[in-house]
């Protein structure tokens, strides 16, 4: 099961592209600016969320276009069914309201999680280690999404009640404690609903990477560390407990808001944020492979690698090809010139991206 007929209208740098006959590898090669990752950026849109570079639906619309834009693509399904019809976009006259479809009908963009389980690893990723909580909190809520949908409905209504809290914390008047119930109670239901779907991702993740070979990829050991109690009980206590705190401090300081991920390097136990920064690539090579194994289940998966291959030496691409050929998951990668893909450009889709153009190779 695979993406095929992908066409982007006003996306980015991109006029009217169109992508035919992909394949399990597909590779989009350009000089820099070219409109690569802005093709990898338009797939990554049939997850739910704000894709793989966060960035506003007003920013993805081309220049002087007058706002909107419309990614689309037909997703082929292995079961001899017909095919699906995917798409997404924004209007003119409503830049900054995703829609989304499936057959022609409108749904919620979360639904699109339903028909693909989509992972990706881009450049701006290698901070992670060093970067701050909260954008590990992010990175653990977008995996875990790829592997069921209805986590970002958990996360919705958690950051909903999160923010109301927060507003009666910080007024001028005592809040009603009444209210204050009724809030933490849905903060307590979603907050632990948020928290299991995190837990559970990385007990699957790390019993994935315990199957994977220690060389020549570094393997790194997940630990979630939760900031508050994980069952809705005991979280609904302990925020009834410390309103006196958080009322002082002027904000919530329990729950899965302040969630951490813990990486270290299996062997010698070292914190990622402290390895080399080839280790750390690795890992996250390494994570971003057992995800996309893990996420290849009951949907299709599709694997999305920015300039991944020219930070590797030909042994770890070699490796990472072979490994990439033996998932499930369609693979789209970019890069500058051909010669570090010479391993699979023969079984591969080639297309040639300069100024928002794509030509078959």
């Given amino acids: 099961m695979a993406l095929d007929r992908i066409t982007l209208t006003r996306f980015r740098n991109h006029a009217d592209t169109r992508l035919d006959d992909t394949a399990q590898f597909n590779l989009l090669v350009g000089e820099n600016g070219a409109g690569k990752t ?4 338009a797939l990554s849109l049939f997850a739910p969320g704000r894709g793989l570079r966060r960035a506003t639906l007003v920013e993805m619309a081309g220049q ?11 997703l082929d399904r292995a079961d001899g069914n017909d095919p699906v019809q995917l798409g997404t976009g924004a209007t003119p006259d409503a830049p900054a309201r995703r829609q989304a479809q499936v057959n022609g009908a409108a749904c919620p963009a979360i639904r ?16 992670l280690f060093a970067d701050s909580a909260g954008a590990r909190r992010r990175y653990m809520d977008r995996l875990a999404l790829a592997l069921d949908p209805a986590h970002a409905r958990h996360a919705a209504r958690y950051e909903n009640a999160l923010r109301e809290r927060n507003r009666l914390l910080s007024g001028d008047q005592d809040p009603d404690p009444q209210w204050m119930d009724s809030i933490e109670a849905q903060m307590a239901e979603a907050g632990a609903a948020l928290a299991l779907g995190r837990a559970m991702l990385i007990d699957r993740l790390n019993g994935e990477l315990a199957q994977l070979p220690d060389a020549p990829f570094a393997r790194p050991v997940l630990t979630y560390q939760p900031g508050g109690p ?3 009980a005991g979280l609904g206590r302990e925020m009834r407990r410390q309103r006196a705190r958080d009322r002082s401090a002027q904000r919530s300081l329990t729950g899965p808001h302040r ?3 813990a990486v270290t390097m299996l062997g010698n136990g070292q914190p990622a944020a402290a390895c080399s920064t080839g280790e750390q690539k690795a890992m996250l090579i390494a994570i971003t492979l057992a995800h996309a194994a893990l996420a290849a289940g009951d949907r299709p998966g599709m694997l999305l690698l920015d300039e991944v291959a020219a930070h590797l030496d030909p042994i770890r691409r070699a490796a990472l090809f072979d490994r990439l050929r033996q998932g499930r998951a369609q693979v789209w990668l970019t890069g500058t010139e051909l010669p570090p893909f010479a391993d699979i450009a023969a079984e591969a889709a080639v297309w040639h991206i300069a100024k928002g153009h794509a030509e078959r190779c």
């Fill in 38 to 41: 802005n093709i990898l950026e």
């Fill in 64 to 74: 002087d276009t007058g706002g909107g834009f419309a990614v689309s693509a037909r």
């Fill in 259 to 261: 969630d951490e991920l």
């Fill in 112 to 127: 699109l999680g339903e028909w693909l389980a989509i992972s990706w690893l881009t450049p701006a990723m290698d901070r």
């Fill in 230 to 232: 994980r069952d809705a």
